[in-house]
């Protein structure tokens, strides 16, 4: 017997929740790829998706999920044998440094661990040290979705320019864009990268690569760039199917155009304070469980945590337990742990992760922090009481 049928909630950190309406909009025949209403559609995109990252420079999109945003992030500045300096705070920054290291780039991984931020002084001490200015560009995780970290990317930019040194500061902000604060050109970002499925509430399959001019400089400078990955023709189109180096993404376009609409219209200073009152709730009922049990945040500092996603340590057997109960029987799916590995638990199963990125309101995380406290109760889990009412009064205080 199980209750778990109903609404199924996917409260995993991406693919994000889907509004009903962007899948409404998804659910169309073909377009012509050629003229008419998808090229509008598309040309609408753009400054859309330049309002949300804070930046009146270049996007380019991409048919790919984020490792493509990657790779065509890389592609596009960097030479085989350039060296680059990554701040590597769990999985996502060695996963892009790994993908850097593939195309013949060397790598400079300064590692902060799994549970801290990057700290900018010893940044800024690498790149002194840089004096013939070897590396061409810094490459950071705004939030490493494996950890829960947030970056301070500004404090990032100011080490760079403390240091006077010229490399480009590459983010990454494929968890984060939509749900953390993030100003592109605020915070003298050259190159961002982004992808559809987490804030930006669509199907998983377009990645984004922002581009400063300086970036765009640098591009130029190039020996050559692969033909798929130049971000050029795609910036600065005069078909449509420039924008894709093919065939349009019709259908997540569509979708896309609403999701951004949604966003604009809630504002985005709105949205991020949602993900901000969100998160803190589920902090709160988190702290409560981990009052009287083995429940901990993985990241300790609140103003290190990302609004997106938290990771938290259970331990075994509990990891496994918690998920299995949650998703079998009230139809929620919370996130696998990743790259929380330890010695006595190799695979890392004594981790897992909320997502609240995107679509999310307080019913959704009331009920997602529901079904984890109904689990704690039927698998026998010890826990704090009270997490439920805590969450509550910090929504309630909004
Ligand atoms: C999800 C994610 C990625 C990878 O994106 P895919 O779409 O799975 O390829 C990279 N970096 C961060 C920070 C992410 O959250």
Redesign the pocket.
């Known amino acids: 017997m199980t209750l778990k049928n109903g609404q199924q909630y996917l409260a995993i950190?991406?693919p994000s929740v889907m509004p009903e309406a962007v899948l409404r909009a998804m659910h169309r025949s073909a377009p012509n790829i050629y003229e008419g209403e998808l090229v509008e559609v598309t040309e609408s995109l753009i400054p859309d998706l330049r309002l949300v990252a804070g930046t009146e420079h270049n996007v380019a999109i991409y048919i790919a999920?984020?490792?493509?945003a990657?790779e065509a992030a890389l592609a596009n500045v960097l030479n085989e044998g350039d060296t680059v300096l990554v701040a590597a705070t769990g999985r996502?920054g060695h996963?892009w440094a790994e993908m850097a290291r593939d195309l013949g780039i060397k790598t400079k991984v300064v590692d902060f661990g799994r549970k801290s931020p990057f700290d900018p002084d010893r940044l800024e001490k690498v790149l002194r040290e840089d004096t013939d200015h070897k590396i061409k560009a810094v490459l950071a995780?705004h939030?490493?979705?494996s950890s829960g970290v947030l970056n301070d990317i500004p404090a990032l930019r100011a080490a760079m320019n403390a240091a006077g040194h010229p490399a480009l500061l590459m983010a990454?902000c494929?968890?984060s864009l939509g749900c953390d604060r993030f100003e592109m050109d605020a915070w003298g970002v050259d190159v961002m990268v982004a992808?559809s499925?987490?804030g930006l509430m669509t199907p998983?399959g377009l990645g984004f690569v922002y581009f400063s001019d300086k970036a765009a400089e640098a591009r130029k400078a190039m020996a050559r760039v692969s033909r798929y990955w130049d971000w050029e023709p795609r910036a600065n189109p005069d078909y449509l199917y420039q924008y894709f180096g093919g065939t349009a993404p019709t259908h997540h376009l569509y979708g896309l155009r609403v999701a951004l609409d949604m966003l604009k219209e809630e504002g985005m200073e709105n949205v991020w304070r949602r993900h901000d009152v969100l998160a803190r709730a589920i902090w709160a009922a988190c702290d409560t469980w981990g009052q009287d049990g083995p429940l901990t945040i993985n990241v300790a500092d609140p103003s290190h945590r990302s609004r997106a996603v938290t990771s938290l340590r259970i331990g075994l057997p509990y990891g496994p337990k918690l998920r299995t109960w949650t998703e079998q029987n009230a139809g929620v799916t919370l996130g696998i742990g990743l790259g929380m590995f330890e010695k006595d638990d190799p695979k890392g199963e004594g981790f897992f992760r909320i997502g609240h990125m995107g679509h999310v309101n307080p019913q959704m995380v009331m009920g997602a922090l529901g079904a984890i406290d109904m689990a704690f109760k039927a698998e026998g889990i010890p826990h704090g009481a009270g997490a439920l009412e805590a969450a509550a009064q910090v929504i309630a205080a909004g």
């Open positions: 950190p991406g999920n984020g490792h493509g990657w996502f996963g995780t939030v490493d979705t990454d494929i968890a992808a499925q987490k998983p």
